[in-house]
Structure formats: C-alpha cells, structure tokens
C-alpha cells in the first residue's frame, strides 16, 4: 500500500494523502493511479479542498480537464462510488472546489449529482459562514458520516 501514500509539505492528514496531485514522491505521473483509488475506496469526502491530478487547485485552473480526468478515472474502474464534498461561502477553497463540481456535473451518465445524500453519487454542500477551518469540517462530517455508513 506504500504507493498510496503521498508525501506533501503542505498536507498530511489522512485525506490529503488519497487526493491525486501530479506526481508521487519517486517523481511518477499520478495519472495512472486515478483508477486504483476506485479499487480501494469506494467513498470519497473532499472537505475544503479539489483535486490537484492535472496540476496544483485544479479545480479552479483546469476544471474541465480535472473533471474529465475523474470522469475517464470512475468509467475505467467500473466500480460504484460516491463523493461527498464540501465547502463554505467564506472558505478559500469555494473557487476551486466549485467548479470542478460543476464541471462533473456535466458528465451525468458518471456523476448523478443529487442534494439528497441518500441519492446520486455527487453530493456538494456549501455551508454559509463556514471558513478553511476545523470546526467547519466538523459539522460536513457530522452531515454526511451516517450516509457513508448507510
């Protein structure tokens, strides 16, 4: 399992460590393990944060590809998935996390976005108020953990 573990000076929790990025720490496309995360999670939770595969906020610089990318990543796998992303109006990361969800919604036939958790297998909540902090973290967990378990 060592090759799912990427190292980055900025993030280290435990969700950083399965968000694509460009490259892993033997200097490797990262590209290629797209559909292997398929293999091995089938719930994703993008709290505050987009996906970093075709370069660094890639949800606000290059949405389009991004998405394409998880579009090509989910058809390859052939599993089910489900992604519970989150955000909030005053967080630094809205402006790249919405687009690309925005760009995945364009791909329904992989993505059915629904604001039903309990339905679809895109689900994005923009919480009010909420900043780039724990606390807000907190509360989207609290909001989506029983539907993981579901």
Not at 14 to 41: H, M, S
Not at 49 to 66: I, K, L, Y
Request: hydrophobic letters at 35%; aromatic letters at 14%; glycine letters at 8%.
């Amino acid at each position: 399992m060592r090759k799912y573990i990427y190292h980055d000076v900025h993030f280290h929790g435990a969700i950083e460590r399965v968000r694509c990025r460009t490259t892993n720490p033997q200097g490797e496309p990262r590209e290629k393990y797209a559909n292997d995360y398929l293999l091995c999670f089938s719930d994703f939770l993008p709290l505050s944060g987009d996906c970093w595969a075709v370069c660094t906020m890639g949800g606000q610089r290059a949405p389009e590809e991004t998405a394409r990318l998880l579009k090509e990543a989910a058809e390859g796998a052939g599993l089910p998935f489900r992604i519970f992303a989150a955000t909030g109006t005053e967080d630094r990361a809205l402006g790249a996390l919405t687009p690309l969800v925005e760009q995945m919604k364009r791909y329904p036939q992989v993505f059915v976005f629904s604001e039903n958790p309990a339905r679809g297998n895109l689900h994005y909540q923009v919480a009010p108020g909420e900043t780039h902090c724990y606390e807000a973290v907190n509360d989207y967990l609290y909001t989506y953990i029983p539907y993981l378990f579901a």
